[in-house]
Structures are given as C-alpha cells and as structure tokens.
C-alpha cells in the first residue's frame, strides 16, 4: 500500500476552499458599506491552514459522499467562524495581538470598531451558509437544520465563546488539569470537533459513523491545542505568523502544567485515540489518519 501524500492533498483542498471563502466575502461586501467589507476580508482571506474545512470536507468524504462546491461551502462556514474568532481574539479587549499570519491583525489595518462589526457579520453568514449549503447537498430541511445548529452549539457559550471566556477570566492563574482540558475542549475543540460532525451529518452517515467521527474530532481538538502550547513555548513569531504569547499573558497551558516532554506524549496519546476510533467503526480513511498526525507534527 502507498502512504497518503498529505502535503499535495492539503494544496487541493485548502485552494477549493479558499474558493468558498471567495464566494462567501464576495456577497458579503456585496451587501456591506465598502470599510467594514475591506476588514471582513482581511480577516477571511488573510492565508491560515484551513484545518477545520479540510477536516470537513475530508469526513464527509469519508462518509461516502462526493465532494461538489457545496461540500466546500458547507466547510467554509466553519472557517467564517473561525475568522471571526480570531479577529476578535486579537482585539485590544481579548489577547492584543498585533501580528496574525504574518500580517498585521485586522484592528492593527482596519481599526478596532469596524473589526468588532466585521467580526460579528460572520456569525450569522456563518449559520446561513451551513444551512444553504447542507440544502445545496441534498440534505432535508432537518438535517440542515441539525448542520446549522451542531455549527453554532460548537460556537457559542458551551463551545468556543465560553472557553474563550474561561480563558480570559483563567489569565494569572495556574490551571489544573481539569480546569485546562474543560477550557480547551470549549475553546479550540469544539469547532474542531464540529467540523467532523459537520462532514458526517450533511453526508447523513449512520449514527456510529458519526459517532466515531465525533470521537475522532474531540481526540484531534484536544491534541491541536497541545500542540498549540508546545509552539507557543518552542517556535518563534517569524514561523508561526503571530506572537508566542501564553508567557505574556500569564496563561496556563499544557507545556506549564506538563513540560515539554510529556505535553508531546498527552498529544500523540490523543493522536492514537482518533485512529483508532476510525478503525473501530471501520472507517477507511488514510486522509484522517494523515490528517491526525499532522494536527501534532505541524510547524505553525
Ligand atoms: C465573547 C468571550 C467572548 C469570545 C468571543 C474571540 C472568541 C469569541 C473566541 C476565541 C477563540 C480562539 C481564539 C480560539 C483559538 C483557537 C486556535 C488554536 C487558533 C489557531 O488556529 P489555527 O492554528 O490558525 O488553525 P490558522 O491561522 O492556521 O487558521
């Protein structure tokens, strides 16, 4: 059997959805005054690994359905999702970031007031796009009903908004490991997690199906971010496009509750676990594996 090439399926992948992101800004600024369209485009399509529309549309693939413009759509919504995000996140109130993928954040260009109103526009395309587009692919008014709403639990505050929060409020204090791992499945795992979900459901893939996805998705969500710690403490801005900034911030993470070494092992432990949650349910998908292992190895 020939290994799964990554690199040139991450290429062909992240260019389709760089193409639904395109769509997706295109109406926006469409529909918007011409400043707050500039900004959402600096926060949309600024570069960034589009690691969660990949996992996306590489489960839904994995569920036995093909891939069409749609499914990119469908995996995009993810991605407005976490633009917003990170457009917010680096903003004076929250983390004060000054770099973001090699560039200025979007407040340092676009001023902090337009970045607040072009962030908050996301959340709403965001859910409309996960509908429409899990209508475009067939799905019956429930079903995309069920895409949209497992995308905006993922985001809100039992997902990504209350992780961030606990975030915020967690700053200058030292974490335990239970009060770290609730923060991060919230904060990073959560969107991670729905964009297999999101794949599974639109694929209307059985429940176990969906089911090992999901556990796929909470392994690789957890290990994203331990990874995120350990480049965090160990790279330097030029590699990663932004800032390290935990040590900054007085923040707990993996690598302060850990070290080093065993954060790397909690990582690839959590690595194992997605695996084999797709080889239990019997889901044959090289690229999830590959993709798995990528989420550890990464270099940003
Ligand atoms: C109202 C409290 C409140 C929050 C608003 C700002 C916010 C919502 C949430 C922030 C969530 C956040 C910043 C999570 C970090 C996730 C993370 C690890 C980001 C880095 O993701 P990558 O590596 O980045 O995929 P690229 O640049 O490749 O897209």
Redesign the pocket.
Known sequence: MTAFELAPYLTAQGAEVEQALERAVVVMEAALADDVGAAIRHGVMSG????RPVLCVTAYRACGADASPAAYDLAASLELI?AY??M??DLPC?DDAEL??GRPTTHKVHGEELTARAGAVLIPAAALQAYRAASALGCGPDVAKRVASRLMEASGAGG??G???LD?MGEGQALGAEDLDGLHRR??GALLKASLELGALAAEAPGPVVEALSTYGRAIGLA??IA?DILDATSSAETLGKNPSDAELDKSTYVSLYGLDEARMRASEQVDTAIAALAEAGIQAPALVALAGYIVEREN
């Open positions: 960034g690994k589009r690691v976490h995000s990170l917010h996140d929250m973001r993928r990504m908004v992780g961030q929060w915020l904060k990073t994203f971010q995120d």
